[in-house]
Nanobody
Framework: VQLQAYGGGLVEPGGSLRLSCAAS????????MTWYRQAPGKQRELVAV???????NYTDSVKGRFTISRDNAKNTVHLQMNSLKPEDTAVYYC?????????WGQGTLVTVSS
C-alpha cells in the first residue's frame, strides 16, 4: 500500500487547511486511517482516526476544530483543519492499517504563522 499525503502549507492563525491522503489499493475501504503529526523537537502524536465503519476519534487538542473523513470511492482520507493555531504547526502523516500491518505516507508540512 502506498500513501500520498498532500495539502499542507503556510496559513495564518485562525485559518483553515484541508489535508488529503490517497491510497494505492482498492481495499482502502477496509483500512483504518489515521493522521499523526510531529512538531519540531516533539514526539509524533495521533491527531485523528477513522475506522472502516466511519467511526472517528480525535486527540483532545483538536476536538471541535479538525474533522477526519474518508471517500472510499476515491481511496482518500481527508483532514479538515479549522481555527488553526501556531501549536498545530507540524509535519502531518497519514497511516493505513489493515490486517495488523501499518503503512505510512510521507509527511506534509503545515505551518501556522502570521
Amino acid at each position: 500500500v502506498q500513501l500520498q499525503a498532500y495539502g499542507g502549507g503556510l496559513v495564518e492563525p485562525g485559518g483553515s487547511l484541508r489535508l488529503s491522503c490517497a491510497a494505492s489499493r482498492s481495499i482502502f475501504s477496509l483500512m483504518v486511517m489515521t493522521w499523526y503529526r510531529q512538531a519540531p523537537g516533539k514526539q509524533r502524536e495521533l491527531v485523528a482516526v477513522i475506522t472502516s465503519a466511519g467511526s472517528t476519534n480525535y486527540t483532545d487538542s483538536v476536538k471541535g476544530r479538525f474533522t477526519i473523513s474518508r471517500d472510499n470511492a476515491k481511496n482518500t482520507v481527508h483532514l479538515q483543519m479549522n481555527s488553526l493555531k501556531p501549536e498545530d504547526t507540524a509535519v502531518y502523516y497519514c497511516k493505513a492499517r489493515i490486517l495488523f500491518t501499518d503503512y505510512w505516507g510521507q509527511g506534509t508540512l503545515v505551518t501556522v504563522s502570521s
